[in-house]
Nanobody
Framework: QVQLVESGGGLVQTGGSLTLSCAAS????????MGWFRQSPGKEREFVAA????????YYADSLKGRFTISRDNAKNTVYLQMNSLKPEDTAVYYC?????????????????WGQGTQVTVSS
């Protein structure tokens, strides 16, 4: 069982930055790839970024490359999402998730554990 708790969301102006954190309560955090997804009202959940078990390989949604950076600290059981140059269209609830195969999948269905989400609102 993996429990995930996101933090770091909030209200930010266009062009600003936020760093989200996701703390995992699990003995073997490094066994899981970790991903970030987001969902806006009326829209489907979408993939944001993923990182493999060791942190060596990362994946991003094409539209977010260059602005978002995912990283992890296995010693702290934490995954991060650094978000820069934020736009109003980045407004969403952001979820972290754990993927047991460790591949860094872009499909939400490959993730077995999810956090409760943290709200990010970007004002124009």
């Amino acid at each position: 069982q993996v429990q995930l708790v996101e933090s770091g969301g909030g209200l930010v102006q266009t062009g600003g930055s936020l760093t989200l954190s996701c703390a995992a309560s699990v003995r073997t955090f490094s066994n899981y790839a970790m991903g970030w997804f987001r969902q806006s009202p009326g829209k489907e959940r979408e993939f944001v970024a993923a990182v493999t078990r060791t942190g060596r390989t990362t994946y991003y949604a094409d539209s977010l490359k260059g602005r978002f950076t995912i990283s992890r600290d296995n010693a702290k059981n934490t995954v991060y999402l650094q978000m820069n140059s934020l736009k109003p269209e980045d407004t969403a609830v952001y979820y972290c998730a754990a993927e047991p195969r460790g591949l860094g999948s872009q499909r939400g269905s490959d993730y077995d554990y999810w956090g409760q989400g943290t709200q990010v609102t970007v004002s124009s």
